[in-house]
């Protein structure tokens, strides 16, 4: 009897820890779909402009949208691959001091994370010269 007044208790908990949390997100995704609704237009707009200019840039819809797709890959690899170093540099020097199965992972985690970040920063610029001189 006991056992079943517990489980019982624990469900009604439950339940109303769900309403509540239900009740909570849905007043702030009310909060944020106002606030932001103009931000996000204003968004959308300078992305769309900066997409044309790169298609006028290049010549070519399909060229413009390579383009401004690497320009995004390039911008955003740079902090990501920084956190992936970070973690690799963590697993080879502080965690690899006491496992060296770690030791091994941390030194990988670190080349990937420095040949992914030179692959996005290279290619660019290997795109730009292939349209602007491989094209002809």
Same mark, same amino acid.
């Not at 339940?15 to 931000?39: M, S």
């Not at 690799?88 to 496992?99: Q, W």
């Given at each position: 009897?006991?056992k079943a007044?517990?489980?019982f #208790?624990i469900?009604i908990?439950? *339940? ?5 949390f239900? $009740?909570?997100?849905y007043?702030?995704? &009310?909060?944020i779909d $106002?606030?932001?609704?103009g931000k ?7 992305q #769309?402009k900066? *997409?044309k200019e790169?298609q ?6 399909v060229y ?5 797709i *690497? $320009?995004?890959? &390039?911008?955003y690899?740079?902090?990501f691959?920084f956190l992936?170093? #970070?973690?690799?540099?963590?697993? &080879?020097y502080v965690?690899g001091?006491r496992?060296l199965?770690?030791l ?9 994370f420095?040949? *992914?970040l030179?692959?996005?920063q290279?290619?660019?610029l290997?795109?730009a010269m292939?349209v602007?001189?491989? &094209?002809?």
């Amino acid at each position: 009897m006991k056992k079943a007044i517990t489980i019982f #208790t624990i469900l009604i908990i439950l *339940l109303l820890g769900i309403f509540a949390f239900t $009740n909570k997100t849905y007043a702030a995704e &009310r909060i944020i779909d $106002n606030e932001t609704e103009g931000k996000l237009v204003e968004l959308k707009e300078t992305q #769309t402009k900066s *997409l044309k200019e790169y298609q006028d840039k290049y010549g070519s819809d399909v060229y413009g949208l390579v383009a401004y797709i *690497l $320009n995004i890959v &390039r911008i955003y690899s740079i902090p990501f691959c920084f956190l992936g170093i #970070t973690i690799g540099a963590i697993h &080879r020097y502080v965690i690899g001091i006491r496992k060296l199965d770690t030791l091994e992972k941390g030194m990988g985690l670190i080349v990937t994370f420095v040949t *992914l970040l030179i692959i996005c920063q290279v290619l660019p610029l290997a795109f730009a010269m292939f349209v602007k001189f491989g &094209r002809g």
